[in-house]
C-alpha cells in the first residue's frame, strides 16, 4: 500500500524554475540586479564608523570639555610691550611736569598725528596691523587652544585628565600593526576623526579592513575619551617598485 503523496512544491529560494499554476507553464526566474561596485576589491578597502562614548557620570557631571591653554608667551609679549610703552610715557610726563622738553619721538608723533591726512596709506598701514593684533588677541582670549590634547572621559567629578593626538596615534598603530597582512600604517588623529591608511601584501583587503575596523574599535573604547573620534579605514596595496 502506497502513501498518497503531497504535491511538490517549487524551491524558488535556490532559483530553479516551477511550473506556474496560472498559465501551466513554466515560472520564469526573478532577475536580481548585483551592484558592480559589490564585485570591485577598490571600491571595498574603506569603511567608516562612528563610535559613541560610555558615560559614566551624569550628563552635567562626565561633560569633557577641552582643555584651555594658558598661553604664557603670548600674555607675556603683551605685558611687556604694555611695560615699555607704559614706562616711557610716564617717564616722558614726568619730565614734561618737571620743566624739561618732551622726548623727541612724542613730538614727531604729535606733529604726524595732527598733520597726516587720515586716508594716507602709512595711517591706514597702522590701523589695519593695530586691527589685526587686536582680533589676534581676541580670538587667543576667546578660544581654548591646546588642540594637540584629547580630553579623555571623567570617571571621576573632581578629576580631568587628557590624552596627546600624537599618542593615541602611536596606540592605534600599534594595534593595528597586530591585525595579519598588514604591512604599514599611517594614522591621524584628530578632536573628531581617525584616518587610519594601512598597506596589506597578503589577504583579501576586505578581510583585512574588517579586522582593522574591528581591533581599531576595541583601541578606540580603550583610549577613554570623553568624545571618541569617528574611524575612517583605508586598505589598499603597496605600490610598485621602480
Known amino acids: 500500500m502506497s502513501e498518497p503523496h503531497e504535491p511538490h512544491e517549487p524551491d524558488t529560494s535556490r532559483g530553479t524554475p516551477g511550473p506556474d499554476p496560472a498559465t501551466g507553464g513554466t515560472r520564469p526566474l526573478p532577475v536580481v540586479e548585483q551592484d558592480p561596485d559589490a564585485l570591485d576589491p577598490a571600491a571595498q578597502s574603506s569603511s567608516a564608523a562612528a563610535y559613541e562614548a560610555h558615560p559614566v557620570l551624569a550628563p552635567e557631571e562626565g561633560r569633557a570639555r577641552r582643555f584651555w591653554s594658558a598661553r604664557r608667551v603670548p600674555a607675556a609679549l603683551v605685558a611687556l610691550v604694555l611695560l615699555g610703552g607704559c614706562g616711557l610715557l610716564l617717564y616722558d610726563v614726568v619730565a614734561v611736569r618737571a620743566d624739561r622738553p618732551a622726548m623727541r619721538w612724542r613730538r614727531r608723533l604729535a606733529r604726524e598725528l595732527a598733520e597726516r591726512p587720515l586716508d594716507d596709506t602709512a595711517v591706514l ?3 589695519a596691523a593695530a586691527v589685526a593684533v587686536g582680533l589676534w588677541l ?6 581654548p587652544g591646546l588642540r594637540s590634547v584629547l580630553p579623555m572621559r571623567r570617571d571621576h567629578a573632581d578629576v580631568r585628565a587628557g590624552l596627546d593626538r600624537a599618542a593615541a596615534a602611536a596606540v592605534l598603530r600599534d594595534r593595528a600593526m597586530d591585525v595579519a597582512g598588514v604591512r604599514s ?4 588623529v584628530t578632536r573628531s576623526r581617525a584616518d587610519v591608511r594601512a598597506e596589506s601584501h597578503f589577504r583579501e583587503l576586505d578581510d583585512v579592513r574588517g579586522d582593522l575596523d574591528r581591533t581599531l574599535a576595541d583601541g578606540i573604547r580603550g583610549l577613554g575619551l570623553g568624545s571618541p573620534p569617528a574611524l ?6 603597496p605600490g610598485k617598485k621602480g
Open 125 to 127: 598701514a597702522g590701523a
Open 185 to 188: 600604517v599611517r594614522v591621524r
Open 138 to 143: 581676541l580670538l587667543l582670549a576667546l578660544t
Open 232 to 237: 575612517t579605514v583605508r586598505v589598499a596595496r
